[in-house]
């Protein structure tokens, strides 16, 4: 809507200008232009949050010149080219010449804006910012959303414990299980297999409902979840742990990275659905991540409770709902490598999820854009120094996020 007002902006004054006044066409463009984008400027400037990713670039201005730059001359070269010799005796003409122009101008200014998105954003969640210890009563909780799982949940329990208990302390592991409606006992088998908590949901809500639950019910101060399958080993859980435990707000196990091993490989129908997921991701998304649903996530528990106190997807849709929040909020995060067994059985129906996963996509957006992600509360505050970023990182700290003090 904000973008509205610069536009009629150019046309009027491009009308005015050609058709009242008798300019020149292409002065007369350049100089609607130019107006129109300080209208854009002030207005952005002015009515928008430094904390929001989708207008970050208005706090650069060397890249809005450059990239309005960009974007006037293709304005001007596509009113000189395709419609050279046109004399635009009608203002209708005109106008309808300047809309094709303006589109054409739209999509270099999108692409420009992207791409300065994605430095800023890259090097903003590679910041790891010195915060105070997490808070929590153990070391790691593990939260595994499951359905209908009754049959493997209890040797994913086990594993989970043993694996991990020697590394963490018998006392300082926590394994959160949360039953999404199962029909089929999945919650008594985790008790049964020594879950410490199972969380019921009365009906099955989805994988997102049940990681939020899981993760507003633990108990840890690095929080991960991952699937009832064990795709990813216990010791692939304690990569991540050590990623958080070592200064980053976030971790991702990464079945794109280039030192992951996957053991098993998935179905071909699965890993193109994963990449089309990571595709469409990027409606919603402004950062560059090789694998938006990896099922190997971990958080500092104060920023676990943060992001996913605003979460709303209760689908599949709800790892790139996270990612968004990490972005918006300018929370650091990395990506580590991790060895992959995919399982061949899966609960999810590729039409169903699929129409599901473009409707909640669509609810993101409209929820970043109406101001619903937006913080009212902050985490907690942030030593003035941060972290230095790892070699071969970019180390310049961005603009801060909630709570966050640069150096």
């Given at each position: 809507m904000l973008a509205l007002v610069p536009t009629l902006v150019d046309i009027a004054l491009l009308v005015v200008l050609r058709q009242r006044l008798g300019w020149i066409l292409v002065v007369a463009d350049v100089t609607a232009i130019a107006v129109a984008s300080a209208v854009s400027y002030a207005l952005h400037r002015a009515v928008t949050f430094r904390s929001d990713p989708y207008v970050r670039w208005v706090e650069v201005p060397a890249a809005f010149v450059g990239v309005a730059l960009m974007a006037a001359g293709v304005d001007v070269l596509v009113l000189r080219v395709l419609y050279a010799g046109t004399e635009f005796s009608s203002t209708t003409a005109l106008v309808e010449a300047k809309v094709v122009a303006l589109v054409a101008a739209g999509v270099v200014r999108l692409a420009g804006y992207r791409w300065v998105l994605l430095g800023e954003l890259t090097r903003a969640r590679r910041v790891r910012w010195a915060r105070p210890p997490a808070p929590g009563e153990c070391r790691l909780s593990v939260v595994v959303p499951a359905y209908d799982e009754a049959d493997r949940i209890g040797d994913t329990v086990r594993r989970l414990r043993e694996g991990l208990s020697p590394a963490t302390g018998e006392g300082d592991l926590e394994i959160v299980v949360v039953d999404d409606g199962s029909s089929d006992g999945t919650g008594d088998a985790a008790l049964a297999a020594g879950a410490s908590q199972v969380v019921v949901q009365p009906r099955n809500h989805g994988k997102?409902?049940?990681?939020?639950?899981?993760?507003?019910?633990?108990?840890?101060?690095?929080?991960?979840?991952?699937?009832?399958?064990?795709?990813?080993?216990?010791?692939?859980?304690?990569?991540?742990?050590?990623?958080?435990?070592?200064?980053?707000?976030?971790?991702?196990?990464?079945?794109?990275?280039?030192?992951?091993?996957?053991?098993?490989?998935?179905?071909?129908?699965?890993?193109?659905?994963?990449?089309?997921?990571?595709?469409?991701?990027?409606?919603?998304?402004?950062g560059s991540y090789r694998d938006t649903q990896s099922g190997l996530k971990a958080f500092r528990s104060d920023v676990a409770r943060f992001v996913f106190e605003r979460t709303r997807v209760e689908g599949f849709a709800f790892d790139i709902e996270v990612l968004h929040l990490v972005e918006r909020h300018q929370l650091s995060l990395i990506e580590v490598p991790v060895e992959v067994t995919n399982s061949s059985r899966s609960t999810v129906s590729a039409l169903r999820d699929a129409s599901r996963l473009v409707v909640d996509l669509l609810r993101i957006r409209h929820r970043s854009a109406s101001g619903a992600y937006e913080a009212d509360d902050d985490l907690p505050p942030v030593a003035a120094d941060a972290v230095p970023a790892p070699a071969g990182a970019d180390a310049r700290p961005p603009t801060p996020g909630p709570g966050q003090v640069p150096d």
């Open positions: 997102g409902a049940a990681v939020r639950a899981g993760v507003m019910a633990a108990r840890g101060r690095t929080v991960a979840f991952t699937d009832a399958d064990l795709a990813y080993g216990p010791d692939q859980v304690q990569r991540v742990l050590d990623a958080v435990e070592d200064g980053w707000d976030m971790a991702i196990g990464d079945r794109r990275h280039p030192e992951t091993r996957t053991i098993v490989a998935p179905s071909p129908l699965r890993a193109w659905g994963s990449r089309a997921i990571n595709w469409l991701g990027y409606a919603v998304l402004l």
